[in-house]
């Protein structure tokens, strides 16, 4: 990670690699599959649409599959950001404090009795829940980061009984594949993504235009008091962002975790507390999500395993590292 | 001028600060001292507003404290709390953050804002560091950041709660320097500090609390009583070594 740090480049630059990446993974997305389709292909298929199977695939099975994984990876990546800014700890993130798994589990319940419209809103609800009992733990636990961090182990456990028991009362509900509880993108609707995809671009939006609000925030409360900011106020509104967030991306992608863990520590490293900090999570956020759910479903073709595996991989040794990290500075 | 009047107020119920009564004149360097938990860092949180006064009131300049709004308060009063997390920026953006209460939107600072994050920062002997991560910094170097970013703020009145907390000598000598000369330009400049001797040394005014209360206030040398009460220790006044910035 030394080359992270010290790289240094000016943000406009940052931006842009940001974009291309992420236009990049989108077009690999598109193309890598069980049909590998080259990217003219991809562009003719789109133009194409229901007339050729190339089309159909592009259409129906590759474009849904690539814009949920954009919109989550990019949505649980701010929702992250804004937890670890919040709650001044950077070992915190939706999957690890239990937030996914509320969203999950109000989910869970409105698969049972609503129509899928409603997932996002039952997730949001879910999430927005969670978040307060863990801000109010937070509160609660002071200085103490571990508390925090294993009272989310704790919550989380909670919700996947929570959502096990639902899932065994009522095995044809809605969620009750194997894919919601490890997170991945096999079977999007598009019942669900359009609403989601409506929270995540607002909630995203709303995150970016307060981006300043949110850099002050991390200064700690008292800080940001006697800088003006209203801390009580703006700590509430950027805990509802981040449940709109992290709520509506699980409502599509299931209960992924560790996206809100490595996405925003990695783009921390490179925008060095610049306002585009939210900006570069996102998108990096889209991109490595993209690029997870490729490999995914074709590194171990004909076979697919669910992304939120993968990411599983990737993110536990990157948790110990952060947690070795933290230890080092405390001791410092 | 900063007036406190009858002021009380605490946390959950508890007066932390009972009917205190101070006023702050323009261009003093004023030390607050007292034993651990006496109401220090409660008084200057309830002087900037962090904290609402359970009864009594803080005015500045003629007008009552808790009438003003967040951003008018944190153009005229700044406040360096005892204990921060640690930002993940560099110190120019931590600096240039002090300039935030005078930002319209879209909160973009100009080129005024990084001119005086600049001098702030060279003030304090940071300038060097300024593109380095804070969670690079020493402690003291980190400390010195804080107080540039203070700077950057220019407000009539700083607050400042144990600042040479984590400083080596060398630095904390640095610091009560500048503080004393902030005060001689016309600044309020008002510090919670351990260390009697350099407290005894530096202000131009010193308050002695003990129990929530304001035991004495005056010139040094007048409240020499006071601060034996407080601390139960006597105080007496030898010829020693010095140690002095050069």
């Known amino acids: ?332 | 001028m900063l007036e406190l009047s009858h002021l009380c107020g605490g946390y959950g119920g508890i007066a932390a600060v009972s009917d205190v009564s101070l006023s702050f004149p323009k261009g003093r360097f004023t030390v607050i001292v007292g034993s651990n938990g006496c109401g220090k860092t409660t008084l200057l949180k309830l002087s900037c507003g962090q904290l609402r006064p359970v009864g009594g009131t803080v005015t500045l300049g003629g007008r009552v404290l808790s009438s003003m709004k967040g951003k008018e308060i944190a153009q005229k009063i700044s406040y360096l709390p005892q204990s921060r997390p640690i930002p993940d920026t560099t110190v120019e953006t931590l600096v240039l953050h002090g300039r935030f209460p005078y930002l319209g939107y879209p909160r973009v600072y100009q080129g005024n804002d990084l001119r005086i994050a600049r001098q702030a920062m060279e003030k304090v002997g940071i300038a060097a560091h300024k593109n380095k991560l804070a969670s690079k910094l020493s402690g003291g170097e980190r400390q010195k950041a804080y107080l540039a970013m203070l700077l950057a703020q220019d407000t009539e009145v700083m607050l400042l709660d144990e600042p040479t907390t984590y400083l080596d000598i060398g630095c904390q000598l640095d610091l009560l320097e500048l503080l004393s000369e902030l005060g001689r330009v016309g600044k309020t400049v008002i510090a919670v500090l351990h260390d009697l001797n350099q407290a005894l040394r530096y202000a131009d005014n010193i308050v002695v609390m003990r129990g929530g209360r304001v035991t004495a206030e005056g010139l040094p040398s007048s409240v020499l009583d006071a601060l034996e009460q407080a601390f139960g220790v006597t105080a007496k006044l030898e010829e020693r070594y010095e140690f002095s910035v050069k």
Request: aromatic residues 8%; hydrophobic residues 55%.
């Open chain 1, 1 to 332: 990670m030394k080359f992270l740090k010290k790289s240094c480049m000016s943000d406009k630059k940052l931006l842009f690699i940001c974009v291309l990446t992420l236009l990049a993974a989108f077009l690999l997305s598109l193309g890598l599959g069980a049909v590998h389709l080259s990217p003219p292909d991809v562009l003719r298929g789109i133009f194409e649409g229901d007339a050729t199977t190339r089309g159909r695939i592009i259409l129906h099975v590759r474009l849904p599959r690539s814009f949920a994984a954009l919109l989550c990876g990019g949505g649980l990546a701010v929702s992250g950001l804004i937890i670890q800014t919040v709650l001044a700890n950077p070992l915190a993130s939706p999957g690890i404090l239990g937030v996914n798994g509320g969203a999950g589990l109000a989910a869970a319940l409105c698969g049972v009795i609503l129509p899928p419209l409603f997932l996002p809103l039952a997730a949001f609800i879910g999430a927005f829940a969670t978040v307060l009992l863990v801000y109010a733990i937070a509160k609660k636990a002071g200085a103490s980061k571990m508390t925090l961090i294993l009272s989310g182990v704790a919550i989380s456990s909670l919700m996947t009984a929570g959502i096990n028991t639902v899932v065994t009362l009522f095995p044809d509900a809605l969620i009750g594949t194997h894919y919601f509880q490890t997170g991945g993108f096999a079977g999007v609707s598009s019942r669900v993504l359009y609403p989601a995809g409506a929270f995540i671009l607002v909630g995203g939006l709303a995150a970016y235009t307060l981006s300043a609000e949110l850099d002050i925030l991390g200064l700690g409360e008292s800080t940001a008091l006697s800088l003006g900011l209203n801390a009580g106020v703006y700590r509430f509104v950027f805990l509802t962002l981040a449940a709109a967030l992290a709520g509506a991306s699980v409502s599509v992608a299931g209960l992924l975790g560790f996206v809100g863990l490595i996405v925003p520590h990695i783009a921390k490293m490179l925008t060095r507390g610049s306002r585009s900090l939210i900006s570069v999570s996102a998108l990096m956020g889209g991109s490595f999500l993209l690029l997870c759910d490729t490999a995914a479903r074709t590194v171990f073709a004909p076979f697919e395993i669910p992304v939120g595996i993968l990411v599983s991989f990737l993110g536990v040794p990157f948790f110990l590292w952060i947690l070795f990290r933290e230890r080092r500075r405390a001791n410092a």
